[in-house]
């Protein structure tokens, strides 16, 4: 129950396209989706988050939607571009970020 | 405040041998946590400070595993006996009270021969 599921492994999209990343969940006590992008040698670090009081949120070029009754989110990215190539995760946490559980992780590569 | 520092960024050390991993957290933030990241994997949560108290713990974290934050600002993850299975990235991690926000390091890379 405390697993956050990630899909695709790896995703390889021109420059310009659109990246989409699918999370699902099964804990209905978490309260709190961020997503993190993790380059090499560095660590994650936040990129956009949505509570599940709301179904969308955008911010410049990414935007999740979240589906509570599916208990899925997913990540975004618009206009894709090279520097946007690295690893990203999900996650989800509950009781004000106690614990936060990550998915697997998606490699995202941007060809130019 | 630089944000999150952690030290060694990467350690070398023999099956057996004991190991220490620092972390020293944005200094406003009263949360404190360590990940244990393999390649190509999420991370995978270890432990948590609320200041200096130690308020969950994995059950990935086995008795040879130790952390500690004794002042509740910086923090160290000391590994006895290593393992190679103990091969991974450690990252640390901050966070103000009552926010969702994790500053994460860039890590400690344990390597175990």
């Known amino acids: 129950q405390q697993q956050v599921k990630q899909s695709p492994q790896s995703l390889i999209v021109q420059k310009g396209g659109i990246s989409i990343i699918n999370c699902a969940y099964e804990?209905?006590?978490?309260?709190?989706f961020p997503w993190y992008q993790q380059f090499p040698g560095k660590g994650p670090a936040l990129l956009i988050a949505i509570r599940p009081d709301v179904s969308e949120k955008k911010e410049g070029r990414f935007t999740i939607s979240f589906n509570k009754s599916a208990k899925q989110f997913s990540l975004h990215i618009m206009d894709s571009q090279p520097g946007d190539s690295a690893t990203y995760f999900c996650a989800a946490s509950n009781n004000y970020g106690q614990n936060f559980v990550f998915g697997p992780g998606t490699r995202l590569s941007v060809l130019p | 405040d630089t944000g999150v520092s952690q030290d060694p960024r990467h350690k070398i050390t023999k099956r057996g041998q004991n190991v220490t991993f620092r972390c020293d957290p944005i200094?406003?933030?009263?949360?404190l946590y360590w990940y244990r990241q393999t390649l190509g994997q999420g991370p995978e949560f270890l432990t948590y400070f609320q200041n200096e108290a130690q308020l969950e713990k994995s059950r990935l974290l086995s008795d040879r595993f130790s952390a500690e934050r004794p002042k509740g600002s910086f923090s160290t993850l000391e590994i006895q006996r290593t393992e190679q299975g103990d091969s991974a990235m450690y990252l640390c991690a901050s966070s103000p009270w009552g926010e969702h926000v994790l500053t994460f390091g860039a890590g400690s890379r344990l390597t175990v021969l």
């Open positions: 804990n209905t006590a978490f309260d709190y």
């Open positions: 200094s406003e933030h009263n949360r």
